[in-house]
């Protein structure tokens, strides 16, 4: 920029001033283009903890759409604090996507801006309607196993054995039904959506409490197989990758120390 | 269609067998045209409790988008493990609504379809993602409203305060910002969108816990101009499908009736 405007003033002790401006308008117009450009072309920015939370989703997305992204990780309570008085968070929450020149709150509005930018959500309204359906569902399964650390130890083995029963009684039936109805590879439109990478990454969550979890499940064992093979997805899973680790008990410990976190800080600050 | 394939009967008669085959194939083509003229022209079918709940963003809606509905609201108990035992609801849940031939669950995802369908999720990408950013905040503050008749007696006055503080802090000014900030007359792209119908609903719940909530956000006075919009008037009037709050004695009763506590609600919608 610097040398830009350099130039720019430099022309101006060449040439009429008519004629430096028409030089001046140019130039700065291709600035904007550039700028323009240059926001389309940086890679989406992710603020959030250095954890999984409900910026995992995000992760999976942008991974399974082939998109470069760099993450902004809270180390300090501070941090978090900073970026709140930035005002760049709408809601003072996270998880928070720069891309495209804004800042995107709230995980479905920015899981769907990913699914649609990257032509992961379906080919019409109808499929969308689907992939809606299943990935809501999803959530939800998601919600419990994000929450699940927060329980008090007494309650820890009753409400494990609740995400369990939820997984197997009201959602992975619903999934291993659609896969046998159509018997298609993916779960909507016989091409790769968001609907797809969100149930692999529930699957494996799941596996991570019960690691037989899908016996049941002949088609979604076929599918988390099919899905998993995936580069992008390959790519994902290895070590190095962006993927966070499941919580473990000791480091969730000092977050929570740190963060000052509970089940009420989660809520107000998470979406 | 019972008159139609006895023409089908009729035609066989008179014609040799290939010019038959076409024209009960013309006539297939168009039963099943008819069909699905007959599914997309149909009215959505809105399956809830008889109360506000989760479906009342959907009644906003399709009232804002100018579309008729019929309701089925459960009276009891065994209605709504009926329509389970039908196999209709995806998760055993609702929200449910039957509209172009798709059984569609999940709030969000009724929501989607209905503001893609009739245009009120703003022209593109970029407005579609702050149209989202918005409604997932209102939903928040909404939620808060939903679940606050559950709450224990020695608990409300608090949970009422922590509602009032989150609209007034968090959401409000979100909204009232973005008002102020570009002046038009609604909330993206200078078009009613899902979003202004969302906010305008929950202005007005939020108005009934405490009346002169907006007192401090002269741009939310937006809701005066919105609730002039003739479909907005139209659902305002009585005998519209438009939902009362939840008063404490008709609340005991529907507790009662349906065995519910915050659990079996969370579990069922």
């Known amino acids: 920029m610097f040398a830009l405007s350099s130039c720019i003033q430099g022309g101006q002790q060449e040439e009429s001033s008519s004629t430096s401006v028409l030089v001046r308008l140019f130039v700065l117009s291709c600035l904007s283009e550039n700028q323009e450009l240059r926001i389309m072309a940086a890679k989406p920015k992710l603020y959030y903890f250095d954890g999984r939370g409900r910026m995992e989703s995000v992760r999976w997305l942008l991974a399974a759409a082939g998109v470069e992204y760099e993450e902004v990780l809270f180390q300090t309570a501070e941090d978090f604090k900073n970026l709140i008085k930035s005002g760049k968070l709408m809601y003072d929450q996270v998880p928070m996507v720069e891309m495209d020149g804004m800042s995107i709150v709230q995980t479905r509005a920015i899981l769907k801006y990913i699914a649609t930018k990257y032509n992961l959500y379906g080919k019409d309204l109808k499929e969308r309607a689907i992939i ?37 009684q009201r959602f992975f039936p619903v ?37 037989g979890v899908l016996c049941a499940f002949p088609k979604l064992q076929e599918f988390k197989a099919r899905v998993i093979k995936l580069p992008r997805i390959q790519k994902f899973l290895q070590p190095g990758s962006p993927r966070k680790p499941p919580v473990d008990d000791a480091s969730f410990e000092v977050s929570r120390k740190i963060y000052k976190i509970d089940k009420n800080f989660v809520l107000k600050h998470m979406s």
């Open 132 to 168: 809606d359906m299943y990935v809501e569902g999803m959530r939800d399964l998601n919600d419990m196993i994000m929450f699940f650390p927060f329980s008090l130890p007494e309650e820890k083995q009753k409400i494990l054995n609740y995400i369990l029963e939820r997984a197997t």
């Open 175 to 211: 999934y291993e039904k659609a896969l046998k109805d159509h018997g298609k590879n993916y779960l909507v439109g016989n091409q790769l959506s968001w609907a797809d990478v969100q149930l692999l990454e529930v699957i494996l969550m799941v596996e991570e409490l019960k690691a």
